[in-house]
C-alpha cells in the first residue's frame, strides 16, 4: 500500500453499495466528482448502509463492502436515463455484511457521542487507522499491512 494512505467511510444504500461491490466500482454523494477526488490510489475505504434501498426507512445500519482504491481518478459512466455519475474503481475485499452497532463505543468516530449518525451525513469522511482495522475486523476482512 502506498504511503500516506488514507481511511474513508462512504455512505449509500445496501443495494447500492452491493451493485458496486459486484462491478469493481464506487459512487458517492449521488455521483459527485469532488468527494471522489479527495481519495488516492491505495486509500481505503468501507461503504456504511443506513438502510437496504435509497430513501429506505428501515434502519438496517451495517457496513457493506471494504477495499482498496484503484489507481486512476473518477470517471463519468452513463447509467441511462440522463444520469450520468462519476465514479472510482476499487479492488473490495472478501467481507461480510456487520452491522455498526457492537462498534459505537470502540470507533473514535461515534465513541460516547449520542448522536453517533451524524458525520455519516455527509456521504464521505476521513476515518483513523484504528477505525478502518476494527471495522475490517468486524467484517473479517484482511486490509494489507
Not at 21 to 46: I, T
Not at 96 to 110: G, H
Request: net charge positive; hydrophobic share 40%.
Amino acid at each position: 500500500m502506498p504511503m500516506g494512505s488514507r481511511n474513508w467511510i462512504a455512505v449509500a444504500s445496501a443495494e447500492h453499495v452491493r451493485l458496486g461491490r459486484a462491478a469493481g466500482f464506487m459512487q458517492v454523494c449521488h455521483g459527485k466528482a469532488a468527494p471522489l477526488r479527495r481519495l488516492g490510489p491505495g486509500d481505503r475505504v468501507a461503504y456504511y448502509s443506513p438502510s437496504e434501498v435509497y430513501r429506505g426507512k428501515d434502519k438496517l445500519q451495517i457496513f457493506t463492502a471494504i477495499g482498496l482504491v484503484r489507481e486512476g481518478g473518477p470517471y463519468q459512466f452513463d447509467m441511462g436515463g440522463g444520469f450520468v455519475p462519476f465514479r472510482r474503481d476499487v479492488d473490495w475485499l472478501k467481507a461480510r455484511e456487520a452491522p455498526i452497532r457492537p462498534l459505537l463505543d470502540v470507533l473514535d468516530f461515534t465513541g460516547g457521542t449520542r448522536n453517533w449518525g451524524y458525520q455519516l451525513r455527509f456521504g464521505l469522511f476521513e476515518v483513523s487507522d484504528h477505525d478502518m482495522r476494527c471495522i475490517a475486523r468486524t467484517m473479517d476482512a484482511t486490509l494489507p499491512p
